[in-house]
């Protein structure tokens, strides 16, 4: 069974830091990109960052460069979101989805949400004072 279970949400005073987890099962993630998105209260949802397999190549949403950084660990099957000077804005549900890379090329820069083939179902993530 394929299933991507995101972990690290929580509450953090702003400037703080969380680190977020992208667990895969049922699959590798060898060939596949995982990108985070993220939806906030009346918003729609919005690509955060991708990383890419075939170069590890990473791609970011202008308001996080940097202070997020995506990272990941094939041996873990895991992806990893760090993120730093969190911002009240950066409150959201953040998700996890993996795109197959094999099945055709794509060009740089964040894969579009429809290109994603898998979700995990999110993790809250709240800055606040």
């Known amino acids: 069974q394929v299933q991507l279970v995101e972990s690290g949400g929580g509450l953090v005073q702003p400037g703080g830091s969380l680190r977020l987890s992208c667990a895969a099962s049922?699959?590798?993630?060898?060939?596949?990109?995982i990108g985070w998105f993220r939806q906030a209260p009346g918003k729609e949802r919005e690509g955060v960052s991708c990383i890419k397999s075939a170069d590890g190549s990473t791609y970011y949403t202008d308001a996080v460069k940097g202070r997020f950084t995506i990272s990941r660990d094939n041996a873990k099957n895991t992806v990893y979101l760090q993120m730093n000077s969190l911002k009240p804005e950066d409150t959201a549900i953040y998700y996890c989805a993996a795109h197959y890379e094999k099945a055709y090329a794509l060009g740089p820069g964040l894969i579009p949400e429809y290109e994603y083939d898998y979700w995990g179902q999110g993790t809250q993530v709240t800055v606040s004072s």
């Open positions: 049922g699959f590798t993630l060898d060939d596949w990109a």
